[in-house]
C-alpha cells in the first residue's frame, strides 16, 4: 500500500496544477450547449437513483420468494402476490432504468454536437486572427494539430466523466450506506479495492499525453504524405515522376513507427490493468466469504445476503469506475490544455488604441522609408534599409529577381507582417497608426497565386467585397475590367455556373481563374491596387487586350504591379 501511494502522490500534484482548466472548460460547454447540459445532468441524477432501488427491491424479492417456499403448497399459491408484484416492480425499474439511458443518450448527443461545432467556430475564430508570421512557424501547426484533434470529443467527454462521476458517486455512497449497515469497514474496502486501477489510469494517461505531444510532428507528416497520395494538387506531379510508391512506403513506415509505440503503451496498460483488478478481485473474494460465514451463521437471511453481495459488487464496480472517471478527467484536462494553448494565442499585429482616420482620398502616396525585414523563420533579411515612393494616382511597376523582396512590399502594405526597423506610410501616416479593417478595405490585391474557389462564377467575384454586397451589374463590370466576361459567356449557367472539381463544377484553365482573381481584386472599389504577376498566365493576345482595360480601372488610383513581362512593366508610369 505504501507503494501505491507514493506512486500517486506525483500524479496528485500533476492532475491538481490542471484543476484550473476545468472551471474554464465547464465555461465553455456551458455556453454552447447549457440546456442540452442541464438536461443531459437531470438524467444522470435519475439514473444514479434506480440502481439502490433495484438492489433494495431484490432484498424484499428474496425474502419473499424464501418465505412462500417455507410454507405448504396452498399457502405458497395464496403467497405468490407480493413476490409477484415485487417482480413486476423491478421489472418497472429496469424499464424506466432503459428508457432513462436512452434520453441520457440524446441529449448527449444534442450536446456533443452543439459543443463540437462551438469549439470549431472558436478554432476558426482564433485561426482568422493570429498573424502571417504563425503561419511560418512548424509550432505553430503542432499547437494548431492537436488542437483540432482535441476539440471533437476532449470537452464533451470531461463533461460526461464529470456526470458519470457524479451519478457513481451517489450511487456509490447509496451502496455505501446499505454495506455500512452491516460492517463499517466495507464501503472503505470498496475505495481501497479500487486505487490500484487508479493509479494505473494516471500513469498510463501521463504517458500517452507525453507520447501525443513528442509525436505531433510525426503525425503531422503521415497526414501530409496521405495528402499528397490523395489529392488533385499532388496528382500530375506524383504520377509523373513516379512517387506514389515512394510515399506509400513512406506513409507505412511512419505509421509503423507510430502505431509500434501505441501498441506498446497499449500493452503496457494491460498488464498492469489485469494486475490493478486480481488486487480488486481478492478484496472482493474475502468480502464474499465474510458474508457467506455470516449467511452460514444464520446472522443475516438469504435476501439480505443476495442484496449485499450484489450491493458489494456494484459499489466495487462503481468505485472502481469512480476512480478511473478521475483520471479520465484529469486525461481531459491534459489534452484540453492543448486547446486552451491554441485558443490563447494572441496576434502581435493589432489595432493601434486610437487609430489614425485615413482620409478620403489619398493625395500624396505610399512611402516605404529605411525599411528592413526578416521572415520570422528567414535566415537573411528580405529587406534592408529600403526606400519607395508611389505618387498617388501612379502606375509603379516592379521589376527584380526572384527573391528580392517585391512580393514582401505587398505583405508589408497589408500588415501583414511590420518591419523590423523604418515605416510604411500612406499619406504620411504610419502603417502602425491606422485600423487594420479599414487600412485593408482600401487595398486590392491580385496575390501570386490566387486562390481557386470551389463556387459560383458570381460568388468567385463577389468575394472580393461581401461587406459592401455586390449586385450581378457590379459584378459583370468587374469580369469585364478583368478581361474575364468571355469565360462568362463559355459557362452554360453564366455568372451561376459551378467551378471546381469538389462539387461537380466547371474547371477551367490557369490563365482563366487568375482573370476571375483580377475580377475579384477589381470588384472592390479601392485607393490603392496590389497585382503580383497578373499577366503571367495570360497568353500574349489576352494579355495586349487585359492591359487597355486595366489601364482605364487603375487610372486615378495609386497602383503597385510586380511583373516580369517588359510587355506590362512599359505600360507603368513608373518602372
Given at each position: 500500500m505504501r507503494n501505491i501511494l507514493r506512486e500517486l502522490k506525483p500524479k496528485v500534484h500533476e492532475a491538481v496544477a490542471h484543476l484550473p482548466l476545468l472551471p474554464r472548460a465547464l465555461r465553455l460547454v456551458w455556453t454552447a450547449a447549457g440546456r442540452w447540459t442541464l438536461a443531459w445532468a437531470g438524467l444522470l441524477l435519475l439514473q444514479a437513483v434506480l440502481p439502490v432501488a433495484i438492489v433494495l427491491l431484490t432484498r424484499e424479492f428474496v425474502d419473499s420468494v424464501v418465505a412462500v417456499v417455507g410454507t405448504d403448497v396452498d399457502a405458497s399459491l395464496q403467497n405468490t402476490r407480493a413476490p409477484l408484484l415485487l417482480a413486476a416492480a423491478m421489472a418497472a425499474l429496469l424499464l424506466v432504468a432503459e428508457f432513462v439511458r436512452a434520453l441520457a443518450q440524446w441529449a448527449r448527443v444534442?450536446?456533443?454536437?452543439?459543443?463540437?461545432?462551438?469549439?470549431?467556430?472558436?478554432?476558426?475564430?482564433?485561426?482568422?486572427?493570429?498573424?502571417?508570421?504563425?503561419?511560418?512557424?512548424?509550432?505553430?501547426?503542432?499547437?494548431?494539430?492537436?488542437?483540432?484533434?482535441?476539440?471533437?470529443?476532449?470537452?464533451?467527454?470531461?463533461?460526461?466523466?464529470?456526470?458519470?462521476?457524479?451519478?457513481?458517486?451517489?450511487?456509490?455512497?447509496?451502496?455505501?450506506?446499505?454495506?455500512?449497515?452491516?460492517?463499517?469497514?466495507?464501503?472503505?474496502?470498496?475505495?481501497?479495492?479500487?486505487?490500484?486501477?487508479?493509479?494505473?489510469?494516471?500513469?498510463?494517461?501521463?504517458?500517452?499525453?507525453?507520447?501525443?505531444?513528442?509525436?505531433?510532428?510525426?503525425?503531422?507528416?503521415?497526414?501530409?504524405?496521405?495528402?499528397?497520395?490523395?489529392?488533385?494538387?499532388?496528382?500530375?506531379?506524383?504520377?509523373?515522376?513516379?512517387?506514389?510508391?515512394?510515399?506509400?512506403?513512406?506513409?507505412?513506415?511512419?505509421?509503423?513507427?507510430?502505431?509500434?509505440?501505441?501498441?506498446?503503451?497499449?500493452?503496457?496498460?494491460?498488464?498492469?490493468?489485469?494486475?490493478?483488478?486480481?488486487?480488486?478481485?481478492?478484496?472482493?473474494?474475502?468480502?464474499?466469504?465474510?458474508?457467506?460465514?455470516?449467511?452460514?451463521?444464520?446472522?443475516?437471511?438469504?435476501?439480505?445476503?443476495?442484496?449485499?453481495?450484489?450491493?458489494?459488487?456494484?459499489?466495487?464496480?462503481?468505485?472502481?469506475?469512480?476512480?478511473?472517471?478521475?483520471?479520465?478527467?484529469?486525461?481531459?484536462?491534459?489534452?484540453?490544455?492543448n486547446l486552451f494553448e491554441f485558443l490563447d494565442l494572441e496576434p502581435g499585429?493589432?489595432?493601434?488604441?486610437?487609430?489614425?482616420?485615413?482620409?478620403?482620398?489619398?493625395?500624396?502616396?505610399?512611402?516605404?522609408?529605411?525599411?528592413?525585414?526578416?521572415?520570422?523563420?528567414?535566415?537573411?533579411?528580405?529587406?534592408?534599409?529600403?526606400?519607395?515612393?508611389?505618387?498617388?494616382?501612379?502606375?509603379?511597376?516592379?521589376?527584380?529577381?526572384?527573391?528580392?523582396?517585391?512580393?514582401?512590399?505587398?505583405?508589408?502594405?497589408?500588415?501583414?507582417?511590420?518591419?523590423?526597423?523604418?515605416?510604411?506610410?500612406?499619406?504620411?501616416?504610419?502603417?502602425?497608426?491606422?485600423?487594420?479593417?479599414?487600412?485593408?478595405?482600401?487595398?486590392?490585391?491580385?496575390?501570386?497565386?490566387?486562390?481557386c474557389f470551389s463556387a459560383t462564377v458570381g460568388e468567385n467575384v463577389a468575394y472580393g467585397d461581401l461587406l459592401d454586397n455586390p449586385d450581378s451589374n457590379r459584378i459583370r463590370a468587374a469580369l469585364r475590367a478583368a478581361g474575364a466576361d468571355d469565360i462568362v459567356g463559355r459557362c452554360s449557367e453564366g455568372v451561376d455556373t459551378m467551378l471546381g472539381p469538389w462539387f461537380g463544377g466547371t474547371e477551367l484553365s490557369l490563365g482563366e481563374w487568375q482573370r476571375l482573381a483580377l475580377s475579384r481584386a477589381f470588384l472592390r472599389d479601392a485607393d490603392i491596387v496590389l497585382l503580383d504577376e497578373p499577366t503571367s498566365s495570360m497568353d500574349s493576345w489576352a494579355e495586349a487586350e487585359w492591359l487597355g482595360r486595366f489601364l482605364a480601372h487603375v487610372a486615378h488610383r495609386s497602383t503597385l504591379v510586380i511583373t516580369h513581362r517588359l510587355t506590362t512593366a512599359r505600360h507603368a508610369d513608373v518602372i
Open positions: 444534442g450536446q456533443s454536437e452543439m459543443v463540437s461545432d462551438h469549439i470549431r467556430g472558436l478554432i476558426h475564430e482564433r485561426a482568422a486572427a493570429v498573424d502571417m508570421g504563425f503561419y511560418d512557424s512548424p509550432g505553430y501547426f503542432d499547437i494548431l494539430h492537436r488542437a483540432r484533434q482535441d476539440a471533437q470529443n476532449r470537452p464533451i467527454a470531461l463533461i460526461e466523466n464529470l456526470g458519470t462521476l457524479a451519478q457513481g458517486g451517489v450511487t456509490l455512497i447509496a451502496m455505501s450506506a446499505v454495506l455500512a449497515a452491516y460492517s463499517w469497514w466495507l464501503p472503505l474496502v470498496l475505495l481501497l479495492s479500487a486505487v490500484p486501477a487508479l493509479v494505473v489510469v494516471l500513469q498510463f494517461i501521463v504517458r500517452q499525453h507525453r507520447w501525443r505531444m513528442m509525436r505531433t510532428t510525426e503525425q503531422r507528416r503521415s497526414v501530409y504524405v496521405e495528402r499528397m497520395l490523395s489529392t488533385r494538387e499532388a496528382f500530375a506531379e506524383v504520377r509523373l515522376y513516379g512517387l506514389a510508391a515512394h510515399f506509400r512506403d513512406l506513409f507505412q513506415r511512419l505509421r509503423a513507427k507510430l502505431r509500434g509505440e501505441r501498441l506498446d503503451l497499449a500493452r503496457s496498460e494491460a498488464w498492469a490493468r489485469i494486475w490493478a483488478g486480481f488486487s480488486g478481485l481478492l478484496l472482493l473474494g474475502g468480502s464474499l466469504v465474510w458474508m457467506l460465514r455470516d449467511a452460514l451463521r444464520g446472522s443475516i437471511t438469504l435476501g439480505e445476503l443476495a442484496m449485499f453481495g450484489q450491493a458489494f459488487a456494484q459499489g466495487q464496480k462503481l468505485a472502481r469506475t469512480s476512480l478511473e472517471n478521475v483520471g479520465q478527467i484529469y486525461a481531459n484536462l491534459l489534452f484540453l490544455g499585429i493589432v489595432d493601434p488604441p486610437e487609430p489614425t482616420p485615413l482620409p478620403p482620398r489619398i493625395d500624396r502616396g505610399l512611402v516605404f522609408r529605411d525599411v528592413t525585414f526578416t521572415y520570422p523563420i528567414g535566415s537573411r533579411p528580405a529587406l534592408v534599409d529600403f526606400n519607395l515612393d508611389v505618387p498617388a494616382g501612379a502606375t509603379v511597376a516592379l521589376l527584380g529577381r526572384n527573391g528580392a523582396g517585391k512580393s514582401t512590399l505587398f505583405k508589408l502594405l497589408l500588415r501583414f507582417y511590420d518591419p523590423e526597423s523604418g515605416t510604411v506610410e500612406i499619406d504620411g501616416i504610419d502603417l502602425r497608426h491606422l485600423s487594420l479593417a479599414e487600412l485593408r478595405r482600401r487595398i486590392s490585391v491580385l496575390f501570386q497565386v490566387p486562390l
